[in-house]
């Protein structure tokens, strides 16, 4: 495989092909079915995996059909199968749902609104995780444009990824003798350190979540009458949230929640922190005087790979500040986002948790915790000699430095589900998920060129995987 010719041919499919179609693509508001319930009858899940579908058969494999799965009641899976030179399979997989609006947009920009700066393409879903199939499917054609060895490869799109990935399963049973037994799994949806090099992720940590809910009113009085009668059901919120952080240093306080680090990892984590330095925090929009929580890189990246953490990212019962008016109000009810480590026992966390919450109200509270998303964090396998070699080469040839490799703070429920089924396989898993790339976020964008880049890395590893195979 030669790789000046890989680049020049990934480039242009990009340029002339790619980028028009990942504009309509962004337009398009598929949130992910937490964030829409009526998905199904909006539509637009349809009309972003058609939209893909069809750029599959146009700019292509010759020969090969994308296939548009649908099982009853669960969002659209698209399914390509492209023959190879031996029995082997490798699996290549992306998500094409996305997460919802977010405020704080820049002027100009806008979740479903495509926007060209420089090298970036602004928009919800564009780094997370649309350009995954084109990428996939473009590196398979520039295998076949140099006639190039490869094995089997299956490409496996889903739709439900940002909600925990729970339709899945069910995809993952129906077409197990499609898929076969692959010995390469190659990712798509992580991220990268930097825009200089590619990167694999060795880790991903778990989520459990749901919402929390505190009540001690029938409904509102006057505080002027209630308060110093009966407490705050805010006030009650913050110590039931005490009993699983250090509101002072962000710790998570039950053992239940923790894992050993292993060695390789801490030892990769001081490796990694001399190349991000203080990039690992200086790349986030940080206010005018904010500090991270530590200034020890290496600490943070653990903080960040991991350890648990806590997030609270939504909240009912409390009105706007401009209807505010002097009353206790009957409920606080919240939204709660725990990071686990990458081995900690997702159902289990779940499970204790609530434990936690519910457990002994202040006051007699009335307090409910509803679990509605878990997923289990992954932590990689040795890697094999080739991969590493192959992975290394393509850093070089295509980004022109060597690779690296870090662990993740958020959660790819489909590499847990891998991992236990396919125990003998290798992962590669990457992405372009960089500095201020902003996932989830406003001002999401996709890293134009290191697209391109890994699209290219991507083409060499399987190249890589056949020889390997021999």
């Not at 350190?193 to 029938?218: F, H, I, K, M, P």
């Not at 240093?249 to 984590?269: K, Y």
């Amino acid at each position: 495989m030669e790789h000046t010719k890989t680049q020049k041919f990934v480039e242009d499919v990009w340029d002339r092909s790619i980028l028009p179609v990942m504009q309509d693509y962004i337009s398009i508001p598929n949130k992910s079915p937490a964030f829409d319930r009526e998905w199904e009858a909006h539509g637009h899940m349809e009309r972003a995996v058609s939209l893909i579908a069809d750029w599959c058969r146009a700019e292509g494999i010759a020969g090969v059909e994308p296939r548009i799965v649908r099982l009853p009641g669960r969002t659209p899976l698209l399914f390509l199968e492209v023959p190879g030179d031996s029995d082997d399979c490798v699996l290549l997989y992306g998500h094409y749902d996305k997460q919802p609006e977010f405020t704080g947009w820049r002027e100009g920009l806008g979740p479903w609104n495509p926007v060209f700066q420089g090298d970036r393409l602004y928009g919800r879903g564009g780094a997370d995780d649309g350009y995954a199939t084109f990428a996939a499917v473009t590196a398979l054609r520039a295998l076949a444009a140099q006639q190039v060895r490869h094995a089997r490869c299956v490409v496996l799109i889903e739709g439900c990824e940002e909600s925990g990935s729970f339709d899945l399963p069910y995809y993952l049973e129906a077409l197990s003798d499609q898929i076969g037994r692959p010995s390469l799994v190659v990712c798509l949806d992580s991220g990268c350190g930097n825009y200089d090099q590619l990167w694999g992720t060795t880790s991903l940590r778990g989520l459990v979540a749901g919402s929390l809910r505190v009540e001690l009113l029938r409904e509102g009085v006057h505080s002027g009458y209630g308060s110093g009668l009966v407490a705050s059901s805010f006030r009650v919120m913050r110590q039931l949230l005490s009993r699983l952080e250090d509101e002072r240093t962000g710790a998570i306080l039950p053992s239940e929640f923790h894992v050993e680090i292993p060695s390789e990892r801490l030892a990769q984590a001081g490796d990694l922190a001399g190349i991000v330095e203080e990039e690992m925090y200086t790349s986030l929009p940080l206010l005018p005087g904010v500090e991270p929580v530590s200034h020890d890189v290496k600490e943070l990246i653990l903080n960040h790979s991991w350890r648990p953490a806590l997030s609270i990212t939504g909240a009912d019962g409390l009105p706007p500040l401009e209807s505010a008016g002097n009353v206790m109000r009957p409920f606080t009810a919240v939204k709660v986002s725990l990071r686990i480590p990458p081995t900690c026992d997702a159902e289990r966390a779940s499970a204790r948790l609530k434990e936690i919450l519910e457990s002994d109200p202040p006051y007699g509270a009335h307090v409910t915790f509803e679990p509605e998303q878990s997923a289990d964090g992954w932590n990689a396998p040795a890697t094999e000699p080739w991969l590493a070699d192959a992975v290394a080469r393509s850093s070089r040839d295509f980004f022109g430095r060597d690779a690296a490799y870090m662990g993740e703070g958020g959660t790819i429920p489909f590499m847990a589900m891998l991992g236990e089924r396919f125990p003998r396989a290798q992962f590669f898993i990457t992405g372009v998920l960089g500095p201020e790339s902003n996932a989830h976020g406003p001002n999401e964008f996709l890293h134009v060129p290191t697209a391109k880049r890994l699209t290219c890395a991507v083409a060499h590893v399987i190249a890589e995987h056949s020889e390997r195979e021999g």
